[in-house]
């Protein structure tokens, strides 16, 4: 019985893992396709600045979920 539960949670964390770690892409992808059309310069530098953080946030997003991969299984990435 023990084993089904921690294997239930492993898949709920798994799944959060996951979802966290689309949302940064998805947020990613957006903010580097939206800056090239930004002129004023404050402001594009607040973004690449943003961007810099999210690429960051990222990598670790990924560390998170490979680690509730199963023993044997992990994922390999192009760069963030």
């Not at 893992?17 to 580097?32: C, D, K, P, Q, T």
């Not at 509730?68 to 760069?79: F, M």
Request: hydrophobic letters at 50%; a positive charge.
């Amino acid at each position: 019985m023990k084993s089904a539960i921690t294997t239930a949670l492993t898949a709920i964390r798994r799944a959060a893992a996951f979802y966290a770690m689309r949302s940064i892409e998805i947020n990613l992808a957006g903010a580097v396709e939206t800056l090239p059309h930004v002129r004023d310069v404050d402001t594009r530098l607040a973004m690449q600045l943003a961007i810099r953080s999210m690429s960051r946030e990222l990598c670790k997003a990924r560390a998170r979920y490979t680690s509730l991969l199963p023993v044997g299984e992990r994922r390999v990435w192009d760069l963030a």
